[in-house]
Nanobody
Framework: EVQLVESRGGSVQAGGSLRLSCQAS????????IGWFRQAPGKEREGVLC????????QSSLSVEGRFTISRDNAKNTAYLQMNNLKPEDTAVYYC?????????????????WGQGTQVTVSA
């Protein structure tokens, strides 16, 4: 059974930082790209960052470019989302997901399995 478990999010002030982790199990982690998505109230789910399986190449949305980074530790079956210089508009539920392929893209329909989501709240 595929499982993705995100770490607890949290509440921070604007300009602060948070790191989320995504612990995966039930599949060969090394073979699949991992993505981070977010959804704010009343908005569509947005692709934030993804990382390919073998090359480690990444893709970022413009809204977080230069502030957020994604990484993965294949030995630990874990992916990370480092969020710096957080802004109130980053407030959302954040999800990690496993792609159907080893290649990274930010289209949510490319992802088959999702974590439960974790709340990140940024206050002004």
């Amino acid at each position: 059974e595929v499982q993705l478990v995100e770490s607890r999010g949290g509440s921070v002030q604007a300009g602060g930082s948070l790191r989320l982790s995504c612990q995966a199990s039930g599949f060969t982690f090394d073979d699949y790209a991992i993505g981070w998505f977010r959804q704010a109230p009343g908005k569509e789910r947005e692709g934030v960052l993804c990382i390919s399986a073998r090359t480690g190449s990444t893709q970022s949305s413009l809204s977080v470019e230069g502030r957020f980074t994604i990484s993965r530790d294949n030995a630990k079956n874990t992916a990370y989302l480092q969020m710096n210089n957080l802004k109130p508009e980053d407030t959302a539920v954040y999800y990690c997901a496993v792609s159907r392929t080893s290649y990274c893209n930010l289209d949510f329909w490319s992802y088959d399995y999702w974590g439960q989501g974790t709340q990140v709240t940024v206050s002004a």
